[in-house]
Nanobody
Framework: QVHLLESGGGLVQSGGSLRLSCKAS????????MGWFRQAPGKEREFVGA????????YYGDSVKGRFTVSRDSAQDTVYLQMNSLKPEDTAVYYC?????????????????????WGQGTQVTVSS
């Protein structure tokens, strides 16, 4: 059974930075896509960003473009989310998501239904 182990959440002041990590318990390959979603209380799950292992192409949700960076370490089967210039509205539970078996359709990379595996979630709280 595949597991995604997240770490790095916490409390930070507005304007600060945090880095989240997510390590897969299975070996990744060129077919892998891993990414991040978030969900605030009373809101729907929102696409944050993702990276395709094949070529390292990255994709972002509009609300985080220019502030957040998704990256991967293929050798460590790990995806990262570097969050800079954090705002109180970034407060949410952040979930790591992964797809391993077949390459994702780029136009659907923002859809939660495209990911078969999910982490347990890590809380990020940004104080004003």
């Amino acid at each position: 059974q595949v597991h995604l182990l997240e770490s790095g959440g916490g409390l930070v002041q507005s304007g600060g930075s945090l880095r989240l990590s997510c390590k897969a318990s299975t070996r990744t390959s060129s077919s892998t896509t891993m990414g991040w979603f978030r969900q605030a209380p009373g809101k729907e799950r929102e696409f944050v960003g993702a990276v395709r292992w094949n070529g390292g192409h990255t994709y972002y949700g509009d609300s985080v473009k220019g502030r957040f960076t998704v990256s991967r370490d293929s050798a460590q089967d790990t995806v990262y989310l570097q969050m800079n210039s954090l705002k109180p509205e970034d407060t949410a539970v952040y979930y790591c998501a992964a797809r391993f078996s077949t390459r994702i359709i780029v136009s659907a990379i923002h859809l939660a239904t495209q990911y078969a595996y999910w982490g347990q979630g890590t809380q990020v709280t940004v104080s004003s």
